[in-house]
């Protein structure tokens, strides 16, 4: 059975970094597309970034330029890399592993900005 459990979370004052980490197992893990998704409190989870097997990679409009996804098939983990980071940006950060038909979530990790 597949899971994902990420890691990373914390808090940090605007303009900070933080480096998010989803390890992967239980399955072929450059078979499954990646992705980080957020929710915010009272706000619909809406998607942060993706990256494919082969290393295509696509972001949502407010973070481009600001988060960087990557992944290490050597290692099974995908990560997202946090930076110039903003009180929007504060919400529970969800990794997902997807491969038709099937998507497999973890628990999340919360991150908070707050001064």
């Known amino acids: 059975q597949v899971q994902v459990v990420e890691s990373g979370g914390g808090s940090v004052q605007p303009g900070g970094s933080l480096r998010l980490s989803c390890a992967f197992s239980g399955g072929f893990f450059f078979l499954f597309d990646m992705g980080w998704y957020r929710q915010a409190p009272g706000k619909q989870r809406e998607l942060v970034a993706i990256?494919?097997?082969?290393?295509?990679?696509n972001y949502a409009d407010p973070v481009k330029g600001r988060f960087t996804i990557s992944r290490d098939n050597a290692k099974n983990t995908v990560y997202l890399e946090m930076t110039s980071l903003k009180s929007e940006d504060t919400a529970v950060y969800y990794c997902k592993a997807g491969r038709t038909p099937q998507d497999y979530w973890g628990k999340g990790t919360l991150v908070t900005v707050s001064s």
């Open positions: 990256i494919t097997g082969r290393g295509s990679t």
